[in-house]
């Protein structure tokens, strides 16, 4: 089993920065496919980023945001720089028993609490 906390939401003017990490349980961290995605009001759950050895991105964050991972300290984090008013919903870490970056939340296996991000135009 694994469980998955965020933080780092929080409030932002467009064009401001935030970092989310994502801090995991479990002792297979490194062999599993890390996501995050985002759900704002009454729109349906998205991808934003991936990641294991390599990474991959929403079109709409490409260049703006930026996932990694710290194998050591079993945590994922993402760097969101240039916000958008667009940007703002609860954004969710993922977790997936596998080394494949998929697209779609059903793949996914373990899933963080949410955490807020508000920008403000």
């Known amino acids: 089993q694994v469980q998955l906390v965020e933080s780092g939401g929080g409030s932002v003017q467009a064009g401001g920065s935030l970092r989310l990490s994502c801090g995991a349980s479990g002792r297979t961290f490194s062999s599993y496919a890390m996501g995050w995605f985002r759900q704002a009001p009454g729109k349906e759950r998205e991808f934003v980023a991936g990641?294991?050895?390599?990474?991959f991105y929403a079109d709409s964050v490409k260049g703006r945001f930026t996932i990694s991972r710290d194998n050591a300290k079993q945590t994922v984090y993402l760097q969101m720089n240039s916000l958008k008013p667009e940007d703002t919903a609860v954004y969710y870490c993922a977790g997936r028993s596998s080394v494949l970056i998929t697209t779609a939340p059903r793949d996914y296996d373990y899933w963080g609490q949410g955490t807020q991000v508000t920008v403000s135009s």
């Open positions: 990641i294991w050895r390599n990474t």
